[in-house]
């Protein structure tokens, strides 16, 4: 018999994703004393867990982003969190209670008061050789992380629109020289990233062109790029450093009936990181804001879990009057 909501469990609140912003919400949802589960499935894994070392966590000098990950889901289970290793494949209202939901997941189905939904977004990847191979080791989808390891160095920026100009520029605060890789003849980005970048001594530009390859044993080498305008025409462009920026994909399909997103996917909250769904909020990277970090994932959390905290406790004060 499947597990779940047919077998009588039910939870005040369901946690769906074990990133910062997940786990951050299953600490303050335990720590309330409500009856949390967080459900955490192959594509919710936090992107944080193959980031080498995190330095801009405060209080934290120096960190693996595995074991920092570690740390929080030992906290959080010292509070009570339960965890369990599941796919959630829907969310929908409970037929039998208007005010409760309805999560379906791999084991079987359970029910609740509240859903945070904190299951991230991924960036796009090239699905090249040597790409996944190299993650971690010099191929990287965050300059805010990665970029101070770089002093000195040559790295490339993969993209064109306004998210890899912002990173190239933050990178010359540390590279030697950052060249930008991209498939037009021109940016995409706005006007003003542009001219800045066009002012920057230390930003090439590699127009027209595609990486076919990232060459490396243990760590970075160099890349291997191809010309768009003429295919045959192939260079190799020494660099230690890979940063790639073709966009990103948030985690959200699953809730696409539920709640409100944006044409990109992105889960569209309010400051209490209510959706548009009652009883529904959302943290973390899979909804819509501008910056995307640890520590701006555990804020979002700790709003999450206490918003859902009011919502449970005036749902069960209702069901007791």
Known sequence: MAKGAESGERYDLII?????????AGLY????????LLLE?????????????????????????FELIDRM?????????????????????????PSRWIVAAEGGEYETFAVIVATGAVWRNLGIPGEKALTGKGVSYCATCDGPFY???????????????????????????????????RLRAAEILQERVRANEKIRFAWNSEVEEI?????????????????????????????????LEPNTDFVREVVNRDGNGYIIVDGDMKTSAEGIFACGDCILKHFRQVITACGDGATAAHAAELHVDRLKGQAYE
């Open 215 to 247: 060459e490396g044993e243990t760590a970075v080498s160099a890349v291997r790029l191809r010309d768009k305008v003429d295919p045959a025409k192939k260079t190799v462009l020494p660099v230690e450093g890979v940063f790639i920026f073709i966009g």
């Open 73 to 97: 889901k030992r906290q959080a289970l010292s509070f009570g969190l339960e965890v369990r290793s599941e796919q959630v494949l829907s969310v929908r209202p409970s037929p039998s209670a």
């Open 29 to 36: 949802g335990s720590r309330s004393r409500m009856k949390t």
């Open 16 to 24: 769906i994703g074990g990133g910062p912003g997940g786990l951050t």
């Open 41 to 65: 499935g192959s594509s919710t894994v936090s992107q944080i867990t193959v980031t080498d070392i995190i330095e801009n966590f405060p209080g934290i000098p120096e960190i693996g982003g």
């Open 151 to 185: 002093r000195d160095r040559a790295v490339a920026v993969v993209g064109g629109g306004d998210a890899a100009v912002q990173e190239a520029l933050f990178l010359t605060r540390f590279a030697r020289e950052v060249t930008i890789v991209h498939r037009r003849d």
